[in-house]
């Protein structure tokens, strides 16, 4: 180890003057056994910092074949590796030029032990959250009702079922980013695990509360739960009703009683999924003579419910209406445009808008997102993207 005298020998070689120096050095040493791969560095920001600082953890999640993200309770960030030209030292209990003070008279050496060295860290990117396997999971054994009495479910899917803490080991999001998300795809918890409702059991029920609503001229707006359990309770399990009308309209109370008010666009939006779903194409006017027909009665049906999960083609003759559901399409940008681009070769900004909005990120505009990943022309005076070669990033 290295003594004042030869530090201050060094300073003079070095042609640099003690009172312009701290009047602590530090002298460093490596321990035995250091290794590069004994630490790992991570950058983190204003925000993380004050996150891990008050107690809470970071996960790092992601299968074997997938990339590695970092989630905190309600955020997702990207993983990355950055290397640097400087060799960054783990020194325990090293003061920063900011820590010392000059209160001594004369210099004097701390001698302190490198614990590990590392030529990189890992960079933090906030990303999206990839959601799209949620689904994909839950859809292994979607729920189709209640089992009849003395059956039991396949035993073959049972292992198929998720609870929460599975969800957490196997998606790339957040607690709170899966949660919204299960509740955006109107799953369920059914003894303990989280369930997607079949399709056609989902309309079924929607079909039994909209029926109901009808028969009894109810306002759509002001739907009793008590009176919609007791009336429906005979057809299906009354939880599965309240789901329902969860999934489709807002809890309120009044005078001590429980009401939903159905959502118009939601309500609208599911009963066209449900014609549409064994079409491929569907002639355009008749398809909006028999939705609006479907809906309750006060309910009016608009295309514009029907953004981001069917597609209108105009140029056709007659025009038609088709099923093109966003949370269908892929994840990644780049691979989403080309997707886009081969159902149709040209898009009209309003009609693609409502496909790539979701893969905007807090900065970023669905314009920039054209700008980028395609061609804009002009066509009969109206503005239209094909497809280009993106820019790499």
């Known amino acids: 180890m290295r003594t004042l005298e030869e530090v201050q020998a060094t300073l003079e070689i070095a042609k640099l003057k003690e009172e312009d120096l701290q009047k602590t050095i530090h002298c460093l040493s490596f321990g035995e056994n250091v290794s590069s791969a004994d630490y790992c560095l991570m950058e983190l920001d204003d925000t993380l910092c004050k996150h891990i600082e008050s107690g809470q953890s970071l996960v790092i999640r992601g299968d074997k074949d997938e990339r590695a993200v970092l989630c905190s309770g309600d955020k997702t960030y990207d993983l990355k590796i950055a290397d640097t030209s400087n060799l960054l030292l783990f020194v325990p209990g090293c003061r920063t030029p900011e820590q010392l003070t000059n209160s001594q008279e004369s210099c004097h050496v701390m001698h302190t032990q490198i614990w590990g060295f590392c030529n990189s860290y890992w960079e933090l990117r906030?990303?999206?959250?990839?959601?799209?396997?949620?689904?994909?999971?839950?859809?292994?054994?979607?729920?189709?009702?209640?089992?009849?009495?003395?059956?039991?479910?396949?035993?073959?899917?049972?292992?198929?079922?998720?609870?929460?803490?599975?969800?957490?080991?196997?998606?790339?999001?957040?607690?709170?980013?899966?949660?919204?998300?299960?509740?955006?795809?109107?799953a369920c918890q059914i003894d303990g695990y989280w369930r997607i409702l079949d399709f056609d059991y989902e309309m079924k029920l929607l079909g039994h509360v909209t029926q109901l609503v009808d028969s009894e001229s109810w306002c759509f707006s002001k739907v009793p739960l008590e009176t919609c359990l007791e009336e429906l309770s005979p057809l299906e399990p009354k939880e599965m009703i309240e789901h329902c009308l969860n999934s489709y309209g807002k809890r309120f109370t009044?005078?001590?009683?429980?009401?939903?008010?159905?959502?118009?666009?939601?309500?609208?939006?599911?009963?066209?999924?449900?014609?549409?779903?064994?079409?491929?194409?569907?002639?355009?006017?008749?398809?909006?003579?028999?939705?609006?027909?479907?809906?309750?009665?006060?309910?009016?049906?608009?295309?514009?419910?029907?953004?981001?999960?069917?597609?209108?083609?105009?140029?056709?003759?007659?025009?038609?209406?088709?099923?093109?559901?966003?949370?269908?399409?892929?994840?990644?940008?780049?691979?989403?445009?080309?997707?886009?681009?081969?159902?149709?070769?040209?898009?009209?900004?309003?009609?693609?808008?409502?496909?790539?909005?979701?893969?905007?990120?807090?900065?970023?505009?669905?314009?920039?997102?054209?700008?980028?990943?395609?061609?804009?022309?002009?066509?009969?005076?109206?503005?239209?993207f094909n497809s280009r070669r993106p820019v790499a990033t």
């Not at 689904?135 to 009849?148: I, Q, S, V, W």
């Not at 959502?263 to 569907?282: P, R, S, T």
């Not at 006060?298 to 597609?311: C, F, I, P, Y």
């Not at 909005?357 to 005076?381: F, I, P």
Request: charged share 30%.
């Open 126 to 186: 906030k990303q999206r959250p990839k959601l799209k396997k949620l689904k994909k999971l839950l859809m292994e054994n979607p729920y189709e009702g209640p089992t009849l009495r003395g059956q039991e479910e396949n035993t073959q899917n049972r292992v198929t079922r998720y609870t929460m803490q599975d969800l957490l080991e196997r998606i790339q999001a957040s607690e709170e980013e899966i949660t919204e998300h299960l509740e955006t795809i109107h």
């Open 254 to 384: 009044e005078n001590g009683k429980v009401f939903y008010a159905l959502d118009e666009d939601k309500v609208c939006q599911g009963m066209a999924l449900m014609l549409l779903q064994n079409a491929i194409k569907f002639n355009l006017r008749e398809f909006q003579e028999v939705w609006q027909q479907s809906v309750p009665e006060g309910m009016g049906t608009r295309l514009d419910q029907l953004k981001s999960v069917a597609l209108v083609d105009r140029a056709s003759r007659p025009e038609t209406i088709c099923l093109l559901r966003v949370e269908d399409l892929p994840e990644d940008t780049l691979e989403r445009f080309n997707h886009l681009f081969t159902l149709r070769e040209k898009w009209t900004e309003e009609d693609i808008t409502p496909y790539i909005q979701d893969l905007c990120g807090e900065k970023q505009t669905t314009g920039a997102l054209l700008t980028k990943y395609a061609r804009s022309s002009m066509q009969n005076g109206i503005k239209v």
